[in-house]
């Protein structure tokens, strides 16, 4: 993934608003795509992941869409909390590969 | 089960020192991944191991050697320490596509 165009590095966000984060990934051939949510000190933790041959998937409170004509991620959160405050990343993967390419990521501060 | 567990949680080295960072993990996964993490920058894989005996270079493998020395076990050494390695080191593995991490580990070479 890479950070171009409607990615912002840092997003504050009003506690129980809906959160927004967006994310262009570069290879066209990509078919995985997986969110991470990273908090401070600690490893990156699934989120929730989608494949090329859907649009949109939901989890709880989350939300992925998936726009393949322009290379466009988006994770959607639900009545944020401030628990959410994290750095989020996301990831895509070619088919038979299982690396993932990383984004620069999303830090998401949410005010009470 | 305790899943991605990696030692020592902190180090500092001196430039040309040497040290090993391990990694292991209990969720009989076939794949297991080292990356680095510097401030402002996502995750850049440094080696891959995509099943026990196997190993490849990933997009930043230079002053880094690994070794998988069994279905847990992936170790990551450093053989002689740079300033430019200082970094936050996380360790992962996957069965598939869906990679779990361990906490890291956080390298400061002075």
């Known amino acids: 993934g890479e950070s171009v165009g409607l990615h912002l590095p840092t997003l504050s966000v009003q506690e129980g608003d809906n959160s927004i984060i967006n994310c262009a990934y570069s290879?066209?051939?990509?078919?995985?795509f997986i969110w991470y949510k990273q908090e401070s000190g600690k490893g990156p933790q699934f989120i929730i992941d989608i494949r090329s041959n859907m649009d949109k998937r939901q989890g709880q409170r989350v939300t992925v869409l998936l726009n393949k004509t322009v290379k466009h991620l988006s994770l959607q959160i639900a009545a944020t909390q401030p628990g959410d405050s994290a750095v989020y990343f996301c990831?895509?993967?070619?088919?038979?590969?299982?690396?993932?390419?990383f984004g620069a990521g999303t830090t998401v501060t949410v005010r009470a | 089960n305790a899943g991605v567990t990696q030692t020592p949680k902190f180090q500092v080295l001196k430039t040309g020192q040497s040290m090993t960072l391990q990694c292991a993990q209990d969720m009989n996964h076939n794949s297991m991944y080292w990356y680095r993490q510097d401030p402002g920058m996502g995750l850049r894989l440094i080696y891959y191991?995509?099943?026990?005996?196997?190993?490849d270079k990933g997009e930043v493998p230079n002053g880094y050697n690994v070794s998988r020395l069994n279905k847990r076990e992936f170790s990551l050494r450093l053989e002689s320490a740079a300033p430019s390695q200082t970094s936050v080191y996380f360790c992962a593995s996957s069965r598939n596509y869906e990679q779990y991490f361990g906490p890291g580990t956080r390298l400061t070479v002075t």
């Open positions: 191991s995509a099943s026990e005996g196997t190993t």
């Open positions: 290879n066209s051939a990509s078919d995985y």
């Open positions: 990831a895509e993967n070619l088919p038979n590969d299982y690396k993932l390419s």
